[in-house]
C-alpha cells in the first residue's frame, strides 16, 4: 500500500462523514435561516473538523494500545477488530503514530485559532472541549470511556452532534441560537448509537481489560433493548425538529433511512456472536450519514425555494 492508503487505514478515514456531516447542517442552517454563508469560514472549519476527527480515532487507538485492549481483542476469540490494528499489528512503530495523531491535533488547533480571530474567541470553547473529549476518552487519568457510567456516549452526542453543528453555525452568523441544537439532535443521537452499536464487536475483550463499556455493565440483551431504543429516539428527534419548524416537513423522508437497522435487528437474537453484529455497524454508519445527508439537502431546498 502507498502512503495515503495507510494513512487512511491508520485514522480510520472511512467514517469521517459522521463529523463533516454536522459541520455541513450548521453551514446550511446558517444559509437558510439567516441568509449568511462565508466560504473561506466555510473550508477552514471543514479542514480543522477533519483533522479533529482523525485525531480522536488515532488517539482513541494510541491509549487503547498502550492499555492493553487492542492486545487482548487480538487474543479473544471471535472479537472484531474496530481499531486500525496498526499497532498491535506492529505495522507501524509507537512513535509514528503518535507523531501522525498530534500533526492532526495540531492542523485542528491552528484552524480553530484561525477562526477565533475572524469569527469571536467563542469558538475557542468548542476547540478545546473536543480536544479534551477527544484525548481523555480512553486517555488516564480519566478515562471515560472506560467507566460504564454513559460518559463516553455523552461526550460522542456532544462531540458529533451538538458541538459541530452549533460551532459551525456560530463560526458563520457570530451568535448562538436555539435552531442549531434542534438540528445537532438526530444526527447527534445516530453518531451516538454508531459508537455504542460498536462496542457489541468486542465486548468481551473490553469486559477482560476492565474497559466498562454500557455493553460490557448491562449485559447483551439489556444493551440491544437500549440499542433499538436510542434507534427510536433518534429518529424521534427528526419528527420534533420538523414540528418546531426547524427542518421542513419534506425532511421526514430522512425516516426511511431507519429502515436497514431495521431489517438488522430484526435477524437479532438476545445473544449473538460478535460478527452478528457487523451488519448493525454498517446500517447504523448508514443511518447517521443518510439521515444528516437527506436534513442537510431539505434544509437547502427550502433556502433555494
Not at 469571536?120 to 480519566?142: N, S, T
Not at 455493565?217 to 425538529?241: D, H, N, P, Q, T
Amino acid at each position: 500500500m502507498n502512503k495515503w492508503s495507510l494513512f487512511k487505514q491508520a485514522s480510520r478515514f472511512g467514517v469521517i462523514p459522521v463529523m463533516l456531516i454536522p459541520v455541513v447542517l450548521g453551514t446550511v442552517g446558517a444559509y437558510v435561516w439567516e441568509g449568511i454563508f462565508h466560504p473561506v469560514l466555510f473550508i477552514i472549519t471543514f479542514v480543522g473538523a477533519a483533522a479533529a476527527h482523525l485525531f480522536s480515532n488515532m488517539v482513541n487507538d494510541l491509549w487503547d494500545f498502550r492499555n492493553g485492549t487492542d492486545v487482548e481483542a487480538h487474543l479473544t476469540p471471535e472479537v472484531i477488530m474496530t481499531n486500525s490494528g496498526f499497532l498491535s499489528g506492529g505495522v507501524v512503530t509507537e512513535r509514528l503514530f503518535a507523531i501522525l495523531t498530534w500533526s492532526l491535533l495540531a492542523i485542528a488547533v491552528i484552524c480553530g485559532t484561525v477562526l477565533s480571530i475572524l469569527s469571536g474567541w467563542e469558538i475557542l470553547w468548542f476547540v478545546g472541549g473536543g480536544a479534551l473529549i477527544a484525548y481523555f476518552y480512553v486517555a488516564p487519568p480519566l478515562r471515560f470511556g472506560y467507566r460504564g457510567k454513559g460518559y463516553s456516549e455523552l461526550a460522542i452526542f456532544l462531540a458529533f452532534g451538538l458541538m459541530p453543528v452549533m460551532g459551525t453555525y456560530y463560526v458563520q452568523t457570530g451568535h448562538f441560537s436555539m435552531k442549531p441544537i434542534w438540528l445537532s439532535l438526530p444526527v447527534g443521537l445516530l453518531t451516538t448509537l454508531l459508537l455504542f452499536n460498536h462496542h457489541f464487536l468486542h465486548w468481551k475483550a473490553d469486559q477482560q481489560v476492565g474497559k466498562r463499556t454500557l455493553v460490557v455493565v448491562w449485559g447483551e440483551r439489556k444493551a440491544l433493548i437500549f440499542s433499538r431504543v436510542l434507534l427510536f429516539i433518534s429518529y424521534a428527534s427528526l419528527v420534533m425538529c420538523v414540528v418546531l419548524e426547524v427542518l421542513p416537513v419534506y425532511a421526514l423522508l430522512a425516516l426511511l433511512t431507519a429502515l436497514p437497522a431495521l431489517r438488522v435487528y430484526r435477524g437479532l437474537k438476545s445473544y449473538n456472536a460478535s460478527p452478528a453484529y457487523l451488519p448493525l455497524m454498517g446500517a447504523s454508519l448508514k443511518a447517521s450519514t443518510r439521515c444528516g445527508g437527506v436534513m442537510a439537502l431539505a434544509l437547502l431546498v427550502q433556502g433555494i425555494l
